[in-house]
């Protein structure tokens, strides 16, 4: 089982910085295969915005953000971060913490996500 809680979002003006922190408060990091950041706008849908993989730190981003966030891992706190720089109002939304497991399937494991607003 693994359980995520997210931390860090709020209100920021166009051009500010905000750091997004997912902590696993069960399981274990060195058990997951790959972590991401979701990122759903109002009455839009989910879609991945970063993603990490565990053990080599391999990353990837969504074109809408690359150059502006970056994701990290923090393996001795248990906690994956987003760096979001040169915030917009698009990116508005609530922001998932993910994780998979992957063995003979795919087991995903949510946050209940945080809210981030952007204003112009």
């Known amino acids: 089982q693994v359980r995520l809680v997210e931390s860090g979002g709020g209100s920021v003006q166009a051009g500010g910085s905000l750091k997004l922190s997912c902590v696993i408060t069960e399981g274990n990091i060195f058990s997951i295969n790959n972590m991401g950041w979701y990122h759903q706008p109002p009455g839009k849908v989910r879609e991945l915005v970063a993603s990490i993989i565990t053990g080599g730190d391999t990353t990837s981003y969504a074109d809408s953000v690359k150059g502006r966030f970056t994701i990290s891992l923090d393996y001795a706190l248990n906690t994956m971060y987003l760096r979001m720089n040169g915030l917009k109002p698009e990116d508005t939304g609530v922001y998932y913490c993910?994780?998979?497991?992957?063995?003979?399937?795919?087991?995903?494991?949510w946050g209940p996500g945080i809210r981030v607003t952007v204003s112009s």
């Open positions: 993910n994780a998979k497991k992957i063995d003979r399937d795919t087991r995903d494991y």
